[in-house]
């Protein structure tokens, strides 16, 4: 019995799996077919806009606080008792241009001043009296000249007669130590002429060194008096009225409201986008220094102050290339001044520019014609086209960079071409489309591409 059993269920096994191949067999063949040629035909839904040539203007961000143009550090000049100090000189308080803030006791300035001018018209008094004796001295010359002469037409005539026997010999010696005697008077007076050149140069050193010290204690005198050279906001104040300073003390910080700047650091490829932006081959031409880049590139710089009001805004201008890039950051900066911000106060809106706000500057290069497109429609350096009879071309381009929500073609795209900006997984190229325009991504475009919008 058991021997039977076993053998039925050793014929039941190949059976039942031959029955079972048999059912699956017959169920692929009363399955339908996929129909491939109706799942092509099924068109998908996508977004597009229309390549366009637009007037573009390349952009960069930067970040940076804001720093006056001119910072004085005020420090006393000469020693002396401090006798005023401006009530309003205190931190944080505005002064105007000229305002006399401290004033140091003047005193001993007045004595030294009289004194060094009093030496002054001492010497000049010596030279007038130089200048009259040298005439008096040529005069005498003259008549102990006139005096040699006739002496010796004497002593000739003298020794004629002495010669002939009228006069006595000593008679002739005396005429002749006379006449010696004129003879050194007039070589002593030669003399003294000739030594009264060094004798004026002399007086003048004199003169010229009483005079520097009059001007050197005028000098004093006027450092005496501290006045603002510019209107200045007023930072930390070291002075106060009664106090002795010594030359060199520091008095006061003051910056100059007329003028601040902000060092504004970006990556350099931001940087290198505004020249980019150039018209073709414009940006060849940018070279020189770096004064000459700035000028060639013409930037508009607009300042905005960071978690302010969107009316804080200000126009500035860039004035210099930092001289570096920034080793922790690997930025470069570019130095901005905004001229007059105190004159542009809105309460409430937009406050002066103060040291220490932080701010961010925007670039614009001037408006070249460039093809552009959103950079969300670009897929590992290729774009979507929807072709004319409705199916998906997958296309290279060739990009010239890349700014913000934009990129800038530099070719493989055609003015009028359909660009979608519809994300498609997966793309196969000949799939069947169902284009939509999509106008309002156009005018976002026109706005960013322009300047407008916000710049991320």
């Given at each position: 019995m058991m021997l039977r059993s076993l053998l039925q269920r050793r014929l039941s096994l190949p059976v039942i799996v031959v029955t079972a191949v048999l059912v699956v067999v017959a169920l692929l063949k009363l399955t339908p077919g996929v129909d491939h040629d109706a799942q092509n035909t099924v068109a998908r839904t996508v977004e597009f806009i229309e390549a366009r040539t637009l007037p573009y203007k390349s952009r960069a961000l930067g970040y940076g606080t804001v720093t006056p143009t001119t910072v004085l550090e005020a420090n006393t000049e000469v020693a002396g008792k401090v006798i005023f100090v401006h009530p309003q000189l205190k931190q944080g308080a505005t002064l105007p241009q000229g305002t006399l803030v401290v004033s140091i006791d003047r005193t001993h300035y007045d004595l030294a001043l009289a004194q060094a001018?009093?030496?002054?018209?001492?010497?000049r008094a010596s030279l007038e009296e130089l200048a009259v004796e040298q005439g008096n001295t040529e005069v005498s010359l003259q008549i102990s000249q006139r005096r040699l002469g006739l002496g010796e037409q004497e002593l000739q005539r003298i020794k004629r007669l002495a010669q002939q026997g009228s006069v006595s010999q000593s008679d002739a010696d005396r005429e002749e130590q006379s006449l010696l005697n004129l003879r050194q008077e007039v070589q002593n007076l030669n003399s003294q002429l000739a030594l009264f050149p060094t004798r004026r140069q002399v007086i003048e050193a004199q003169i010229a060194r009483a005079r520097a010290q009059v001007e050197e204690q005028q000098r004093n005198l006027a450092r005496t008096d501290i006045a603002l050279p510019f209107t200045a906001r007023i930072g930390a104040v070291h002075v106060e009225a009664g106090e002795f300073v010594?030359?060199?003390t520091a008095l006061f910080r003051a910056a100059d409201i007329s003028q601040v700047?902000?060092?504004?650091?970006m990556p350099l490829l931001h940087a290198r986008a505004l020249v980019l932006g150039l018209a073709p081959g414009a940006a060849a031409e940018v070279?020189?220094?770096p004064p000459d880049i700035l000028e060639h590139l013409q930037l508009d710089v607009t300042v905005r102050l960071v978690g302010a009001p969107q009316s804080a805004?200000?126009?500035?201008?860039?004035?210099?290339?930092g001289e570096a890039l920034d080793a922790d950051s690997r930025t470069i900066?570019?130095?901005?001044?905004?001229?007059?911000?105190?004159e542009k106060i809105v309460p409430g809106?937009?406050?002066?520019?103060?040291?220490?706000?932080?701010?961010?500057v925007e670039l614009q290069a001037p408006a070249q014609p460039r093809q552009v497109i959103p950079r969300r429609a670009i897929h590992a350096g290729r774009v979507y086209i929807a072709r004319a009879d409705d199916t998906l071309e997958i296309r290279p381009i060739a990009v010239a960079f890349l700014q913000g929500e934009l990129a800038v073609v530099e070719a493989g795209v055609e003015d009028g071409e359909r660009v979608i900006v519809t994300d498609l997984v997966p793309a196969v190229a000949g799939v069947k489309l169902n284009p939509r325009h999509r106008p309002?991504?156009?005018?976002e475009i026109d706005l960013l591409a322009a300047g407008g919008g916000v710049f991320k």
């Amino acid at each position: 019995m058991m021997l039977r059993s076993l053998l039925q269920r050793r014929l039941s096994l190949p059976v039942i799996v031959v029955t079972a191949v048999l059912v699956v067999v017959a169920l692929l063949k009363l399955t339908p077919g996929v129909d491939h040629d109706a799942q092509n035909t099924v068109a998908r839904t996508v977004e597009f806009i229309e390549a366009r040539t637009l007037p573009y203007k390349s952009r960069a961000l930067g970040y940076g606080t804001v720093t006056p143009t001119t910072v004085l550090e005020a420090n006393t000049e000469v020693a002396g008792k401090v006798i005023f100090v401006h009530p309003q000189l205190k931190q944080g308080a505005t002064l105007p241009q000229g305002t006399l803030v401290v004033s140091i006791d003047r005193t001993h300035y007045d004595l030294a001043l009289a004194q060094a001018s009093a030496d002054l018209a001492s010497h000049r008094a010596s030279l007038e009296e130089l200048a009259v004796e040298q005439g008096n001295t040529e005069v005498s010359l003259q008549i102990s000249q006139r005096r040699l002469g006739l002496g010796e037409q004497e002593l000739q005539r003298i020794k004629r007669l002495a010669q002939q026997g009228s006069v006595s010999q000593s008679d002739a010696d005396r005429e002749e130590q006379s006449l010696l005697n004129l003879r050194q008077e007039v070589q002593n007076l030669n003399s003294q002429l000739a030594l009264f050149p060094t004798r004026r140069q002399v007086i003048e050193a004199q003169i010229a060194r009483a005079r520097a010290q009059v001007e050197e204690q005028q000098r004093n005198l006027a450092r005496t008096d501290i006045a603002l050279p510019f209107t200045a906001r007023i930072g930390a104040v070291h002075v106060e009225a009664g106090e002795f300073v010594a030359s060199g003390t520091a008095l006061f910080r003051a910056a100059d409201i007329s003028q601040v700047e902000i060092k504004a650091q970006m990556p350099l490829l931001h940087a290198r986008a505004l020249v980019l932006g150039l018209a073709p081959g414009a940006a060849a031409e940018v070279r020189g220094t770096p004064p000459d880049i700035l000028e060639h590139l013409q930037l508009d710089v607009t300042v905005r102050l960071v978690g302010a009001p969107q009316s804080a805004v200000w126009e500035g201008r860039a004035v210099r290339i930092g001289e570096a890039l920034d080793a922790d950051s690997r930025t470069i900066a570019i130095v901005v001044a905004v001229d007059n911000s105190y004159e542009k106060i809105v309460p409430g809106q937009r406050p002066p520019l103060l040291e220490g706000m932080y701010t961010e500057v925007e670039l614009q290069a001037p408006a070249q014609p460039r093809q552009v497109i959103p950079r969300r429609a670009i897929h590992a350096g290729r774009v979507y086209i929807a072709r004319a009879d409705d199916t998906l071309e997958i296309r290279p381009i060739a990009v010239a960079f890349l700014q913000g929500e934009l990129a800038v073609v530099e070719a493989g795209v055609e003015d009028g071409e359909r660009v979608i900006v519809t994300d498609l997984v997966p793309a196969v190229a000949g799939v069947k489309l169902n284009p939509r325009h999509r106008p309002a991504t156009e005018r976002e475009i026109d706005l960013l591409a322009a300047g407008g919008g916000v710049f991320k």
